[in-house]
Structures are given as C-alpha cells and as structure tokens.
C-alpha cells in the first residue's frame, strides 16, 4: 500500500496496523488503571478510562462503526501513559492508543471549526522557523504590555477558547546566548553527543538547550548539534497524524546521518519518547527501519546519560527548596522518575519536595491543552494546588509544555513560582551561581 492509497475499511478501523487484538486481550479489566488516569480521576466515566477505550477498540475491530461518540472518547485520552505504570498486568496502552489515533485521523472526519484549529497548530508548533519567527513579536507583545492592555479592555475574552489558552500559555520571553555548532569538552572528552535543540524548546526555552550543552561539556562530552534541526515528528504522532511524524522522523534521521556520534541527547521529555519510538514509527520504511533502531539505540535524556556517565564536574552549594514535577512521558512513557532525583539530591544543600498526586497529568500533554482546554484547565487547576502545598520555592521539569501549562494555572490563582529545567538546576550548581541565578 502506498502513502497516498485508502486502505479498505473493517468496522471502525482499515487494515494498516489498526489497534491489536492480542494487546487488547491483555487488558483483564482489572481497574487498577481508574485511578491513574487524569480523565477518570475528572468525570469517573468508564468509557474515558483506559479500560473503556480498549473496550472501545475491541468493538471497532469486530465491527462497530467509528462513531462521534467513539471519537470523542479516545479525543478525551492525554495519552499520558499513567495507566502503563499502574497496570499489573504490562497492557500497552502507549502503543493501543498511538494506533488507534493514527486510524481516527485516516477515518473520521472533524468538523470545520476543529479542522481550522488543527491546521493553524500543525502548521506551526511542529516548524522550529516559524517559532522562532514568533519569538521577536511576543517579547514585543509581552514588552508592551498588550497583553494586560487587552485584557483590560476585555477583547481577549471575546476569542475562541482554544486561542484565550494559546496566548496565556505564552512563556516570558527574554534574551539568551546562542549555540553554535560544537561545544568542546572541558576537560578529558568521556563521549561524543549529538543535541536535538527541539521546536518549542528552541523556540521558547533557549536557555534550557544552552544549560544542557554547557553540564554536558563540564562533565567531559564533546556536543555537536547539527543545524538546520526540524520536528522529530512528536506532536504530529501523540496526535494520530502519522505520515506527517513518518516525514519528520526521516528527516532528523537525515539530519543525524552523518554525526559521528556515541549518542543522541534531548532535553525534552514528549520529544525522547517519540524518538525512542521511531522503530515502531518507521518500521515498514525499508530505507529508514534500521536506520531508527540503530538511532533509538543511541537516544538518551539528559538525565539519563548524567546517570549512566556518572558526574565529574565539582557542585556548588544552592539552598534551595524544589518541588519536581515528573513529565508524564518521561516517568511513564520513558519509565525515568530516579535519575533526575538522584541527580538533584547530589547538589549540595539543594532540597527536594515531591509533589501529592504525581502520577496525574499537569494537563498540558503536548497539544492536549490546546484542543481539550476545559478538562486541561481543570487539571492544571489541581497541579498547580499540588504544587502550592508543597511549599517549595521553586518547581522543576523536564517538559516546555509541562513549564507552561502549570505556569498558567498558578497565575490563574493570583500566585507565581519560579521554574527550570533540571539540567538548569545542574548548570547553576556547577557555575556556582546562587539560585537567584534560576527561574523566571
């Protein structure tokens, strides 16, 4: 079958690789996943657990139409995976809902108004140019001050829904250093890493890539970071949009062809478990299949190549209090929750305060805030309550959209809380600056 070719149609789903009937059947239907799932945990509707949907995709492969219904409920899925973790019995829901997001895409058709917000999101956060290209004229917006003018002036509140939460989302933007091509260890070279700057991350968070390339050459990495970097295809495939991710995914492979490099890093947690999926993404591709294994074998997070090399650059002291939010796909997608702890808790009088509840979404799950604004807002409203009583003075994540989603919910509530990456927290500690240095 050709990219361009429909497949044939049985029941709700075509024949390209539609959910699998014996991942389905590992589903006992036990209930241990009611209440890690952030949709349940909301409305206590069995259809919008993880158990309901994968009833759901077993009606569709045994005939039931893909109904609006139907839609609406896999639509309503973060696709957070929190239910992986809580599942005895190793249902793979990551991959049973990927599929199943993939089939609505090709089968359903949405209505004119979603339609329009789809294609304004995909044809822009997925193109690194294009964020950039909006990052001049928000520091002016933000600078100016138009954002209050307009709120004031209650004009923000006559827009859509889903674009009153695009522009709150908006982080501070500020200046940053600019990477170049190669940072050079500092002193004897541990290991070769190709970085992957991101699409919002570079956009929006510089800082963070900068952080990143300056602790792993402390810790005696070589970092080469080939440019022109694209999407790795992570939004487009949480989403369903395969052959668009399919695309991204070859080019960054292209990209990374001809780095001589020990492994990847990345720094954004949706992002790492996308690449890591790339086997499975691009597993039909004869010219790229075992080009993503080989890719994916090499692919790490920061924290988790700092565990695996062990530190060596001297931390400083920084008195501080974090609470340290867990990204969903980097604890549960990618099974990291020890590694960014055990790299905080060696800074020297650094303290860490775990947040009530951490399993569930902060609501944010790539562009789930933007298309589900309601049921995002709601669980950025308890993330943010959460985070509140912990008391800490600063929260840390490894996720932008995490950063921003929960950035809103506490100005929501009148309240601001300093936030950085975990690598930023590193960064400053092997500097030596104080925490002030941190956060905005």
Same mark, same amino acid.
């Given at each position: ?23 389905? =059947?590992? /589903?006992?239907? @036990?209930?241990? *996943?009611?209440? #890690? %799932? $952030?949709?349940?945990?909301?409305? +206590? ?29 896999? =639509?309503? /899925?973060?696709? @957070?995976?929190? *239910?992986?973790? #809580? %599942? $005895?019995?190793?249902?793979?829901? +990551? ?346």
């Amino acid at each position: 079958m050709t990219e361009n070719s429909a497949p044939d149609v049985f029941g709700a789903f075509d024949a390209q690789h539609p959910p699998q009937r014996e991942l389905i =059947d590992d /589903c006992v239907h @036990c209930g241990f *996943c009611l209440p #890690a %799932c $952030p949709t349940y945990d909301l409305w +206590g509707e069995e259809m919008d657990s993880p158990r309901g949907r994968i009833y759901l995709m077993k009606e569709g492969l045994e005939g039931e139409p893909m109904s609006d219904s139907m839609v609406g409920h896999f =639509d309503n /899925c973060l696709g @957070c995976m929190a *239910c992986v973790t #809580a %599942c $005895p019995s190793g249902v793979q829901y +990551g991959t049973l809902i990927t599929e199943t997001r993939a089939q609505v895409e090709r089968q359903h058709k949405r209505g004119r108004g979603e339609r329009l917000l789809r294609g304004i999101i995909f044809s822009t956060f997925p193109y690194p140019r294009r964020l950039k290209a909006m990052r001049g004229a928000l520091a002016l917006y933000q600078r100016l001050r138009i954002d209050k003018l307009l709120r004031r002036s209650g004009l923000l509140a006559k827009l859509p829904e889903n674009l009153q939460v695009m522009e709150s989302l908006a982080p501070p933007i500020s200046r940053t250093t600019k990477l170049g091509r190669h940072v050079p260890a500092q002193r004897n070279r541990r290991a070769t890493v190709g970085m992957i700057t991101g699409c919002v991350q570079g956009a929006f968070f510089p800082d963070v890539n900068v952080a990143t390339a300056r602790v792993l050459a402390a810790e005696g990495c070589d970092v080469v970071i080939p440019k022109p970097q694209g999407c790795c295809g992570a939004l487009s495939e949480h989403s369903g949009r395969e052959q668009e991710a399919v695309k991204f995914a070859r080019k960054l492979l292209d990209t990374f062809e001809e780095a001589d490099v020990d492994y990847v890093v990345i720094n954004s947690a949706g992002c790492g478990s996308a690449l890591k999926e790339y086997p499975r993404l691009l597993r039909d591709d004869p010219d790229y299949a075992e080009r993503a294994e080989r890719f994916s074998a090499r692919v790490r997070d920061i924290s988790e190549l700092l565990t695996e090399l062990g530190p060596v650059a001297e931390r400083h002291p920084l008195p501080v209090q974090i609470a340290y939010h867990d990204a969903c796909h980097l604890s549960h997608g990618q099974g990291i929750r020890s590694q960014p702890r055990e790299l905080l808790a060696a800074v020297p009088e650094l303290e860490i305060r775990e947040i009530n509840r951490a399993e569930l979404c902060c609501g944010s799950a790539g562009v789930y805030n933007l298309l589900q604004p309601r049921a995002a807002r709601e669980l950025g409203d308890r993330k943010a309550e959460n985070v509140l009583a912990t008391g800490a003075s600063m929260l840390v994540t490894a996720n932008p959209g995490c950063s921003m989603q929960i950035r809103n919910a506490l100005e929501r509530r009148g309240e601001q809380l300093p936030m950085a990456h975990t690598v930023q927290i590193l960064d400053a500690s092997i500097r030596g600056l104080g925490a002030r240095s941190l956060g905005t």
